[in-house]
């Protein structure tokens, strides 16, 4: 039990920084990234293409020939594969360097021609890992970047393949980019709620009674809604941030939708709050059952104590060594037949008397 309950440790999440000094801009690929394949999804509102491990070849072919263009990178690992994707669709060198940076903070960035997103997804439910996903959209493209393969956008793909009219097909790049925004905020439901559940559950065994495991249980709760608030609110400004400003390349119908995603943002904040707020009061709880656990198992020590301490004086003096031949004050209790079965029947009636006393005081 112990052992498989044991607390986990986790590696904390580090922003990578190119050398003091670098030029801005400088892109330096982790020693630990996974190698970069490309999916490109080629979308118009009558049909779709999707080529799996595409090469720029695929991209300077069909780029021109699509009204909406999704390029999705996984893995970090190919820089010049990473530069040259940024030529082709002029993005913010700045940006591509907070791309391999992983470990930024949610935010949105304004450029001429395209917006930079980044947002924080939960890539693994049981370890709590969390990953990076870099969004570009301008006019007639989005271009995301994952640390590692696995990601909330299948959703997003099956929409696309549909053979029914959708917005996906019918509306531009910025109405695709809010849908993969709005995939990875939806995706922290399942977590919080299953972490909600568990709150649950420890609370109502915590009723019946206390165990060492669930204070082990609660501080790890809190701890993963601690790590969850300070993603969520700043991937709420950030969502904001998209809402009000006045960018050409994000139409008036499309920033409706983001709004909704804002909503689902907060929605999780107030989710993971009041988390926060239960484990508190749990764990405060499970401190006052355990102080009190420990001062009613002190009582009953007590209690016994008190019930022999009468006992043991008794046997005491019945255990001297007393002579009743030398006079008639040398206890010639000693010398009685029935001496021995009295004895024990006195000390019997002085424990269930004591014991009486108690439970008429209320303490036992």
């Not at 913010?92 to 935010?107: F, M, S, Y």
């Not at 996903?133 to 393969?149: D, H, L, P, W, Y």
């Not at 501080?219 to 601690?226: C, G, I, Q, S």
Request: hydrophobic letters at 45%.
């Amino acid at each position: 039990m112990e052992k498989a309950e044991a607390v986990k440790k986790r590696a904390p999440v580090k922003t990578r920084r190119p050398p003091v000094g670098a030029s801005p801009g400088t892109l330096i690929a982790d020693p630990a990234a996974r190698r970069s394949e490309l999916r490109l999804t080629l979308i118009s509102p009558q049909k779709f293409k999707t080529i799996e491990n595409a090469s720029i070849d695929d991209l300077n072919t069909h780029c021109d020939k699509w009204p909406v263009i999704w390029l999705d990178c996984t893995g970090l690992a190919n820089i010049p594969l990473i530069e040259e994707i940024g030529r082709i669709f002029s993005l913010h060198p700045l940006a591509l360097e907070d791309v391999v940076n992983t470990g930024q903070r949610p935010k949105v960035d304004f450029f001429e021609d395209h917006a930079f997103v980044v947002v924080r997804m939960i890539d693994d439910v049981t370890s709590h890992r969390y990953e990076q996903i870099a969004v570009f959209f301008g006019k007639n493209f989005v271009v995301t970047f994952q640390e590692r393969e696995g990601d909330p956008f299948n959703p997003v793909r099956k929409r696309i393949e549909s053979s029914a009219p959708n917005r996906l097909r019918a509306r531009g790049a910025d109405y695709l980019a809010y849908a993969l925004i709005d995939a990875v905020v939806d995706s922290y439901f399942p977590p919080i709620e299953a972490a909600g559940d568990m709150v649950d559950g420890i609370e109502d065994e915590m009723l019946h009674t206390t165990h060492k495991h669930q204070m082990r249980q609660l501080h790890e709760l809190r701890r993963d809604a601690n790590v969850l608030k300070g993603v969520l609110w700043p991937m709420r400004d950030a969502l904001a941030t998209l809402i009000r400003n006045d960018v050409p390349y994000v139409k008036a119908e499309t920033k409706i939708f983001l709004n909704d995603t804002l909503d689902h943002s907060l929605r999780l904040i107030e989710l993971v709050e009041t988390q926060r707020d239960m484990l508190t009061g749990l764990i405060e709880m499970h401190l006052s059952l355990s102080q009190a656990r420990t001062n009613d198992v002190i009582s009953y020590l007590t209690i016994v104590s008190v019930i022999f301490m009468p006992l043991t004086f008794l046997v005491g003096i019945w255990g001297m060594n007393f002579d009743p031949e030398s006079s008639p004050w040398n206890m010639p209790e000693l010398k009685a037949y029935y001496g021995y079965p009295a004895s024990l029947l006195f000390m019997a009636l002085v424990a269930f008397g004591l014991i009486a006393f108690f439970k008429w005081k209320k303490w036992l």
